[in-house]
């Protein structure tokens, strides 16, 4: 079955700390992938996608996160992150010929300041 | 753009009870889904329509919850009777079946507790 794996659970980083989340997906077919953030109790925003074309995604609030087919992964990154980046991180990625998104089990960042 | 609108925001009721959430998605969007977050299960998608049409109901746990779109402005997700392991937030998605875009957009969710 195509699903995503999400391997860190908790992420705990200082105010301008480097951020990298690992994202890998299991192989199968045209591959669509997301990144979602979610803070405290608020609904999933979208940060950025990947359809096709340059494998490297630049998204909203200095998120950016590379596709590399070799290695199945879709990691996300940021090179200074912020408290008010404290969330949980869902790596979604959408089946072929559906539309539905497959969520691996998400990743939560705190940002201490 | 109002965005994808639940309501109630929150509701809390008595086991046995009757429970229905409603969505609204964002006006020209064909394709609707029904997520369910809970700490020990995460985001599971219950069910989604396209063009009102359920396409997959394959998440739905069982036959006490039950999912409408009767229109493309509106649907309900229904739980009878409800029970305390139903208790999480329920988010509604929606999207525009567009090669441009697929992506979902989530309303603010409504948080269950039953009691």
């Known amino acids: 079955a195509q699903s995503v794996s999400q391997h860190n659970h908790h992420v705990i980083l200082s105010e301008a700390a480097s951020l990298e989340l690992g994202c890998n997906y299991s192989y199968g077919g045209t591959v669509n992938l997301f990144w979602y953030v979610q803070y405290p109790g608020q609904h999933l925003q979208l940060l950025l996608k990947y359809f096709s074309g340059d494998p490297l995604v630049k998204g909203i609030k200095g998120f950016e996160a590379e596709f590399i087919k070799s290695k199945f992964s879709f990691n996300l990154r940021k090179p200074s992150v912020q408290w008010s980046d404290t969330a949980e991180y869902f790596c979604?990625?959408?089946?072929?010929?559906?539309?539905?998104?497959?969520f691996g089990t998400g990743t939560r960042l705190l940002v201490s300041p | 753009d109002a965005g994808v609108i639940q309501s109630p925001r929150h509701e809390v009721t008595e086991m046995g009870q009757e429970v229905t959430l409603r969505c609204k998605p964002i006006s020209g969007h064909n394709s609707l889904f029904w997520y369910r977050q809970t700490m020990m299960r995460g985001l599971e998608l219950l069910i989604y329509?396209?063009?009102?049409?359920?396409?997959?109901d394959s998440g739905m746990p069982e036959d006490r919850f039950s999912a409408k779109m009767p229109n493309a402005s509106f649907s309900t997700l229904k739980i009878q009777p409800s029970e305390p392991r139903d208790s999480a937030v329920y988010f509604c998605a929606s999207s525009r079946q567009d090669r441009s875009g697929y992506e979902q957009y989530f309303g603010p969710g409504t948080r269950l507790t039953v009691t």
């Open positions: 329509f396209n063009n009102n049409v359920p396409i997959d």
């Open positions: 979604p990625r959408m089946n072929t010929g559906f539309q539905k998104l497959v």
